[in-house]
């Protein structure tokens, strides 16, 4: 019970620390690189900052004010407990965006086209980490996460639809054609960063091993890595001897470990391991159709 409760604790912190990092960087994206060239991107906090070109109203009161409504249905669609990072990722996201952009007059990089995709990838990161800790920044993300927990359509599709309809808007109160095209450019970035990043921290391994001590390299994996393995019968042809085949599926960031601790056990062992395009079931993504 004890070890349970600390585990609980350890989890939680290490998910709101992660957020955490990912809103900074989230916020970094339109302060650093964004609001300066006065680019527009997208969601809730590309509408804010158009509000920001046009009336100097701080960008987070109007991020703030739009998200109450919004995380209201994110509470009773996807539940507490995304509505509780939810909300602590809207307090955190109009408290930095608070801080007085006249602390960053100017853009750091002059050139508007990168401008737009360095703001654009960091934002993704951002995202990206929010995402995967379960969280959301709010606005279009939260429409995305809806969408996604019913459909296998990616984050990244879903915002880039939502997002295009708001910078698309941008031009009838800015008049710049110039503007909304590096919006539509910081869009795409954080798009494929946001689907990249996910795909990249949810990638899964299918390994196959042959070693005389199957037993041994099994029970490591079951109890260390907290993964199946199914052990299938073979038959070499060029020995015509029977062998044991250790099959398992794992992230791909557990796969070190395994290779380690094979070599370990068995330094002869033959393995054999597959990219995987997606795995559902226990331990991995949920069957959405």
Not at 178 to 188: E, H, I, N
Request: include cysteine; hydrophobic fraction near 50%.
């Amino acid at each position: 019970m004890v070890q349970t409760q600390k585990h609980k604790i350890q989890t939680f912190i290490m998910d709101y620390s992660i957020m955490l990092i990912g809103l900074c960087l989230y916020v970094l994206s339109w302060t650093l690189f964004l609001v300066p060239a006065q680019i527009t991107g997208g969601g809730i906090s590309g509408l804010a900052a158009v509000i920001y070109y046009s009336t100097k109203i701080p960008i987070g009161l109007t991020f703030f004010v739009i998200n109450v409504f919004l995380v209201a249905i994110a509470v009773k669609v996807l539940g507490a407990s995304f509505g509780i990072k939810t909300v602590f990722s809207m307090i955190v996201l109009s408290l930095l965006f608070l801080v007085p952009q006249s602390l960053f007059p100017e853009a750091i990089i002059k050139d508007n086209f990168l401008s737009a995709v360095l703001g654009g990838m960091m934002g993704g990161v951002g995202i990206g980490l929010v995402f995967s800790r379960g969280g959301s920044t709010g606005g279009t993300d939260i429409i995305a996460m809806i969408i996604n927990k019913y459909r296998n359509i990616s984050p990244g599709r879903i915002i880039m639809y939502c997002d295009v309809i708001i910078i698309g808007s941008s031009y009838f109160l800015l008049h710049s054609l110039d503007k909304m095209v590096y919006g539509f450019v910081s869009m795409a970035v954080v798009s494929y960063t946001l689907d990249a990043y996910l795909s990249g921290s949810n990638a899964s391994a299918q390994i196959f091993i042959f070693s005389s001590k199957y037993e041994e390299i099994a029970d490591f994996i079951n109890n260390d890595t907290m993964r199946g393995v199914t052990v299938l019968d073979g038959k070499g042809w060029y020995t015509q001897q029977d062998v044991k085949v250790l099959m398992t599926i794992v992230r791909k960031k557990e796969t070190s470990i395994i290779f380690r601790k094979v070599k370990e056990i068995d330094s002869d062992a033959f393995i054999s391991m597959a990219s995987v395009m997606g795995v559902y079931g226990q331990g991995f993504d949920k069957i959405k159709c």
